[in-house]
């Protein structure tokens, strides 16, 4: 089973600061089935990024995703009040799929 | 617009089986395009893939729940179900069934339900 590591745990910024996501893969991940997930109190996950970087339907280009193998990133390069959440990469990759831990931004 | 809806007991006693349904809308199990997936989520914790079902009935558990878990389709119903057996405490959490984007099992999930909580109760 590929274990997932999210760092840091939580990231404390301001509206319109960047924001920088790791995910990082026990195993290389098989074809960079790589995804991200936004998911706010109460509400379901939201895909955002698969394929480690290709922006889900309806994502603002605020939000990329990069790297391959074991090292990934989701950076969100200007944030907006509704981009406070928590955020969980999940591989597809491998099964069985599994989730990181999560990172949560919070406002600082 | 495609609409997934999950629904079941919100509360199952300890040592018996949870059963939930997922209804979708504004789309069909039966395209053979996509597969249909169950994760659950316990509370203020992180989300765990239980299992996938394709409109054939070919399914891909978790070897984690495998010896507990039925995933089934109904194509005359558009719904497809979790069983998940002799349940404990560790089993409350909110369920989740999602579609997977396309093509193939591996797959992101791209369009959620809601998601039901469900509560273990001794």
């Known amino acids: 089973e590929i274990v997932l590591t999210q760092s840091p745990g939580t990231l404390s910024l301001s509206p319109g600061e960047r924001a920088t996501l790791s995910c990082r893969a026990s195993q290389s991940i098989s074809s960079n089935y790589l995804a991200w997930y936004q998911q706010k109190p109460g509400q379901a996950p939201r895909l955002l990024i698969y394929s480690a970087s290709s922006r889900a339907t309806g994502i603002p280009d605020r939000f990329s995703g990069s790297g391959s193998g074991t090292d990934f990133t989701l950076t969100i390069s200007r944030l907006e009040p509704e981009d406070f959440a928590v955020y969980y990469c999940q591989q597809y990759g491998n099964s069985p799929f599994t989730f990181g831990p999560g990172t949560k931004v919070a406002i600082k | 617009q495609l609409q997934l809806q999950e629904s079941g007991p919100e509360l199952v006693k300890s040592s018996e089986t949870l059963s939930l349904t997922c209804t979708v809308s504004g789309g069909s199990v039966s395209n053979s395009v996509y597969y249909w997936g169950w994760i659950r989520q316990p509370p203020g914790k992180g989300l765990e893939w239980i299992g996938t079902i394709y409109y054939s009935g070919s399914t891909y558990y978790n070897p984690s729940l495998k010896s507990r878990v039925t995933i089934s389709v109904d194509t005359s119903k558009n719904q497809f179900s979790l069983k998940l057996s002799s349940v404990t405490a560790a089993d409350t959490a909110v369920y989740y069934c999602?579609?997977?984007?396309?093509?193939?099992?591996?797959?992101?999930?791209?369009?959620w339900g809601q998601g039901t909580l469900v509560t273990v109760s001794s």
């Open positions: 999602a579609r997977h984007s396309g093509g193939n099992y591996k797959r992101a999930f791209d369009y």
